[in-house]
């Protein structure tokens, strides 16, 4: 859905009034345009919710499915206390080179690991060094009940999971979608519908970027 311009009016209207311009948050859209990255990443409203969600959990470890050109990346990192780390996972090495510079432009590159590699054959080696805080995945769709199967392996109690681009332009809602991406939100959802140890729900979002949502759980047992 194309977004309406009083979507993109508040955006810009937001991002004036609570969220200061940054040089290295600016720089890394730059940089990632001028690589034809695609434009994809999240917002600057949403990069600073997930900043604020990862700060009020205290969050010490955060995860990473899906890194692009670095920009939630930076975000997340940010909110992380002395001693903090980041993992993120990215499967192409145009985008893992964008973010790798990104990422080091903004000072981050001591806090952030970045690791090239399809994440489904990446996320087990992670076991050891789990649990994790918060996870935030944001790559392939189809993939996405595996990645939230992950995510909550490598979780604890108190740990939040957030899923970006779960409402797609509405489509979420038709059952009888063929869409691999629709697809792989749907039996997330269901997933998360059935999985006694985590409370999870899903909002609808507009802007810039058009007509979207995200999908919050809070894992409320640990897991086993």
């Known amino acids: 859905m194309t977004p309406d311009s009083r979507w993109t009016a508040v955006d810009t209207y937001v991002n004036g009034v609570l969220i200061a311009d940054d040089d290295a948050l600016s720089a890394a859209v730059q940089a990632s345009e001028a690589a034809g990255l695609p434009a994809i990443s999240v917002t600057p409203q949403q990069g600073k919710l997930l900043h604020v969600m990862a700060r009020s959990i205290r969050s010490r470890a955060i995860l990473e499915i899906g890194t692009l050109g670095g920009y939630s990346t930076i975000w997340l ?21 964008v973010a790798r510079a990104n990422i080091a432009h ?6 952030v690991e970045l690791r090239l590699g399809e994440a489904l054959t990446t996320l087990p080696a992670l076991a050891h060094g789990a649990p994790f805080d918060l996870t935030f995945i944001d790559a392939d769709k189809p993939s996405n009940p595996q990645y939230f199967n992950w995510a909550l392996k490598l ?29 792989g939100v749907r039996r997330m959802f269901d997933l998360m519908a059935r999985e006694k140890r985590v409370s999870a729900t899903a ?17 409320i047992a640990d897991p086993t």
């Open 77 to 97: 990192a940010r909110a992380l206390p002395a001693g903090g780390r980041l993992i993120t996972l990215e499967a192409d090495a145009k985008h893992a080179e």
């Open 203 to 219: 909002i609808q979002t507009v802007g810039s970027k058009g007509y979207d949502g995200l999908a919050v759980a809070l894992v």
């Open 155 to 183: 979780s604890r109690r108190g740990s939040l999971i957030i899923v970006d681009n779960v409402i797609r332009d509405g489509e979420v809602a038709d059952e009888s979608s063929s869409d691999p991406n629709i697809l």
């Open 106 to 111: 903004a000072g981050l590159g001591e806090i």
